[in-house]
C-alpha cells in the first residue's frame, strides 16, 4: 500500500500535514483552531502562515464537493 509521506507543518508542536487535512476534515475553519484542535499554542510563529494557506487551500476544497 502506497503511504503518502507527511510535510511537517510546526515543528514546535509536531503538526504535520497529515493532522492539518484530519483537523480540517473534522470541521476545523482557522489555523488557531487547530492548534486548539490538537491541545497546543503556537511557539515560534514560523508556522502559521503556511498553516493558514493549507487551511485555505483545503478549506476551499470541501466546499467544493
Given at each position: 500500500k502506497f503511504r503518502?509521506?507527511?510535510m511537517y507543518?510546526?515543528?514546535c508542536n509536531n503538526i504535520?500535514?497529515?493532522?492539518?487535512?484530519?483537523a480540517i476534515e473534522k470541521g476545523v475553519s482557522s489555523s488557531k483552531k487547530i492548534y486548539?484542535?490538537?491541545?497546543c499554542k503556537?511557539?515560534?510563529g514560523?508556522?502559521?502562515d503556511l498553516m493558514n494557506c493549507i487551511v485555505e487551500k483545503?478549506?476551499?476544497k470541501?466546499?467544493?464537493y
Open positions: 503518502e509521506n507527511a507543518i510546526c515543528l504535520n500535514s497529515k493532522k492539518v487535512n484530519y486548539s484542535f490538537y491541545n503556537p511557539k515560534c514560523k508556522c502559521i483545503e478549506g476551499d470541501l466546499k467544493t
